[in-house]
């Protein structure tokens, strides 16, 4: 019925000036995967923000990131909530081969990284404690050195999950194990496990089945966005022992990802549904995250996340349960709109691609240029502006909250878990700085790192 009253309401709606925008197309499909930060697109289209701009849109779960990217490439899906590494990807033609652009960023922070009871017991003693025992975070991963190396002698593989292999997750995880010393893994054209020389062997496995194949004992730990670290603690089977606001607070996360051709053909629907997903940002920002509660009994609907309200309201509201009764305040774990979340920043972009390069993704050495040129015909800040300046023109945002005069790139940031600068104006610096992973000429050959 909430539905339908959005639906009749927006046929009213249409009849303003909002319906002069000359739509290219204005029945549109969506994917997402079930995860707490697909919320902009299931709040734009309960709250009627998509009907506002005459859009008629069917949001649709996918299976997993490479079915979703591919029903993006085929058009099957004429958009989706994405890894901000696909549209990258892609269009360096690592995986699949596609121009996908991001007019839009759907959020910063929202992962986290948890191991199972068991590995947690060996991790403890190498923690802190606080003056009421319970652990000082953010906890590093020199605290999982000593695990590790137990593993080793006694012959088996340490094994950690995370969701895709140019997942933020993926980069995340690997950041925070490299910052404690343990090496990750390299990629190379011949070998794409991204387990050559690991200390720690990493492997996919969709979000929501996280928590089951660690209690199942085939992977110790993982990385993965909410409500999937949630569910591992409220069931008893895992600790969270880090989020990826304590590895880099205020991360980029998700983006909303298109193919070129779509926006070029589409440039007023592209237009309208950025407006649509600004809106809904907004909302879930709105008032000291006010309308928290509402989203998350949203997004707890079988269609969307499908995960109790109670678990997706554990981070959602603003704290985290690291472990069964160790909840903490964590107000800016899911950030959709404040401090510039919408914005696609390139300076983003290149973080993404720096930790490509550093893993061996991108195997060869490149200019700064070529990293700023391909975050260019990825990220689109043009669009995105553009839709914010008609929404401050009608009335419906503060201009105040929007990055106009920004070129694109954000201010030095050095407050990343191992303490190194992050530049995006001096990528190949950047990548040269760290202890563990390629930098310079060096490549892999033959499983070996050369240069």
């Not at 340490?158 to 925070?176: D, K, Q």
């Not at 910052?179 to 496995?205: E, K, N, R």
């Not at 704290?319 to 959709?336: A, K, Q, S």
């Amino acid at each position: 019925m909430k539905r339908l009253l959005a639906s009749l309401a927006a046929s009213t709606a249409l009849a303003g000036p909002l319906a002069a925008q000359d739509l290219e197309i204005d029945e549109l499909t969506f994917g997402f995967i079930k995860l707490t930060d697909m919320a902009p697109l299931a709040v734009a289209y309960e709250r009627g923000y998509f009907e506002d701009e005459g859009l008629f849109v069917t949001l649709e779960a996918q299976a997993n990131w490479k079915v979703l990217l591919d029903g993006v490439i085929d058009g099957t899906l004429d958009g989706a909530h994405m890894l901000a590494g696909q549209p990258l990807a892609a269009t360096i033609g690592y995986g699949s081969e596609a121009h996908i652009v991001t007019p839009f960023s759907m959020d910063l922070n929202g992962n986290g990284i948890t191991v199972s009871n068991e590995v947690w017991e060996k991790m403890r003693p190498h923690v802190a404690s606080m003056d009421d025992g319970r652990p000082v975070h953010p906890i590093g991963a020199e605290a999982l050195v000593p695990v590790v190396e137990e593993f080793r002698d006694a012959g088996e593989r340490f094994n950690m999950g995370m969701v895709f292999p140019v997942s933020t997750h993926n980069y995340e995880l690997r950041y925070w194990l490299a910052a404690g010393g343990l090496h990750p893994g390299f990629y190379s054209p011949d070998d794409v496990s991204g387990q050559i020389d690991a200390d720690v062997f990493l492997s996919v496995t969709p979000p929501p089945q996280m928590p089951t194949t660690l209690e199942a004992g085939t992977i110790h730990g993982y990385c993965v966005g909410e409500p999937w670290n949630q569910a591992a603690v409220q069931r008893g089977i895992g600790v969270a022992v880090v989020t990826d606001y304590e590895i880099w607070p205020d991360n980029p996360e998700k983006v909303f990802g298109l193919t070129a051709e779509f926006v070029e053909q589409n440039p007023n629907t592209t237009r309208a549904l950025v407006r649509a997903l600004i809106r809904a940002a907004m909302w879930l920002d709105a008032d000291d995250n006010a309308n928290r509660m509402e989203a998350v009994e949203m997004l707890s609907w079988p269609e969307y996340v499908g995960a109790d309200a109670e678990v997706i309201a554990a981070s959602m509201t603003g704290t985290f349960e690291y472990e069964p009764g160790d909840v903490r305040d964590v107000p800016d774990f899911n950030v959709f709109f404040r401090y510039n979340a919408t914005y696609p920043f390139y300076s983003d972009a290149v973080w993404y691609l720096t930790q490509m390069r550093r893993w061996g993704q991108i195997a060869e050495p490149q200019t700064d240029e070529w990293y700023h040129d391909v975050a260019k015909s990825v990220y689109r800040p043009d669009i995105y502006l553009e839709a914010a300046q008609s929404l401050v023109d009608e009335g419906l945002a503060d201009a105040a909250d929007f990055p106009f005069d920004s070129d694109g790139f954000k201010d030095v940031v050095d407050t990343l878990i191992d303490g190194i600068p992050y530049d995006g104006r001096t990528p190949n610096a950047y990548i040269d700085s760290f202890p563990i992973g390629l930098g310079g000429e060096q490549k892999i050959a033959d499983g070996e790192v050369t240069g």
